[in-house]
């Protein structure tokens, strides 16, 4: 599998029309500064003296805010700035992050130039209720409607969703990912709400109004949706944001399931609910489970929680879960 490098542009807060309740694109980036051409021209320098030019698939993503809902001119003076590097063969394509309500025919047409492959949409939900309860400022119906082009003109679409909304659930959670899915994505993202300063969530979260999902329950529920997207040929790109510097349970997080390595934590998850099915269609009770050495301590869970609750159950007398080169990735062998 060929592998893949981003080269990221955090563009905060560009083209957003509104503070959507849980947002605060500058907390989130780590970025207060404005994005210029020129500094996205230095980032792309600096990320590609450190890359190896044999090292797979490379992009410029813009991401944060809503890219194409910037100024046409700034939006042109990135875009160009980033083809530069396209069309000398230095990176493969460009990537952005945007809107539904910022998609049309005219701004495919421009992407299409420019050389973006790419677009990922923030669907966050596919709940119209849960969609204004939070501010966002478009429809699920919208979101379909995007992403139905985006495909139409031959991009590849990304759609990221949120777990733990105001006024949303487990359910509803499972609801928006069953939706997602039926629109075909290559990719997708699952970022749980986190409760971050000056925020609208921020003044629910403090009145009780909201009260976030804790960090157990997200980790159940992410990994029932990574099971979803991988049974349906869909790639989760990730679990979580990006620490920054701003980012961390101790600063900016006023509540919610931080955790730097949530991803893995859910990953983990879905790996220990397998194996428990696996195990009793097998009857046995007296295991080992035989998984990739680099996949050994998302098998273990994290602190060996999963070896520990294996080794704790009833019908099972001796666990173990041990490396074998020759087992994929994310899969397990049970003998």
Do not use: W
């Amino acid at each position: 599998m060929k592998k893949h490098v981003n080269i990221p542009i955090f563009v905060p807060h560009k083209g957003c029309p509104n503070d959507c309740s849980f947002c605060n694109q500058r907390k989130i980036t780590g970025q207060s500064e404005p994005m210029t051409a020129r500094r996205a021209k230095e980032i792309i320098e600096r990320h590609l003296s450190t890359i190896d030019k044999n090292s797979g698939d490379v992009q410029i993503a813009f991401f944060g805010g809503s890219f194409t809902g910037i100024d046409i001119n700034e939006q042109r003076e990135l875009l160009e700035t980033a083809s530069h590097y396209v069309k000398s063969g230095q990176v493969d394509s460009v990537r952005i992050s945007t809107r539904p309500d910022y998609i049309n025919e005219e701004i495919l047409v421009m992407l299409k130039k420019y050389g973006v492959r790419t677009i990922e949409l923030g669907v966050q939900s596919m709940i119209d209720s849960v969609l204004s309860a939070n501010d966002r400022g478009h429809s699920a119906a919208q979101s379909e409607n995007a992403a139905r082009l985006i495909k139409k003109f031959g991009f590849e679409l990304g759609l990221q969703m949120m777990t733990g909304l105001f006024s949303d659930d487990r359910e509803g959670a499972i609801y928006t990912a069953k939706k997602i899915i039926e629109l075909k994505p290559s990719c997708v993202r699952i970022y749980p709400t986190l409760t971050i300063k000056d925020t609208k969530l921020e003044k629910l979260y403090n009145s009780g109004r909201y009260n976030p999902m804790t960090l157990e329950e997200t980790v159940s529920l992410c990994a029932e949706l990574l099971e979803m997207f991988e049974k349906a040929g869909i790639t989760v790109l990730r679990v979580g944001l990006l620490g920054t510097d701003n980012i961390n349970d101790e600063s900016d997080v006023v509540a919610g399931p931080f955790h730097q390595s949530i991803g893995e934590l859910a990953e983990g998850e879905k790996f220990y609910n397998r194996v428990c099915r696996e195990i009793e269609k097998s009857g046995k009770t007296q295991i080992r489970i035989y998984v990739n050495p680099r996949y050994i301590s998302t098998a273990k869970g994290h602190l060996k929680k999963n070896v520990t609750r294996l080794n704790e159950s009833e019908n099972i007398e001796k666990i173990e879960i041990l490396q074998r080169e020759n087992v994929p990735y994310g899969s397990f062998v049970l003998e």
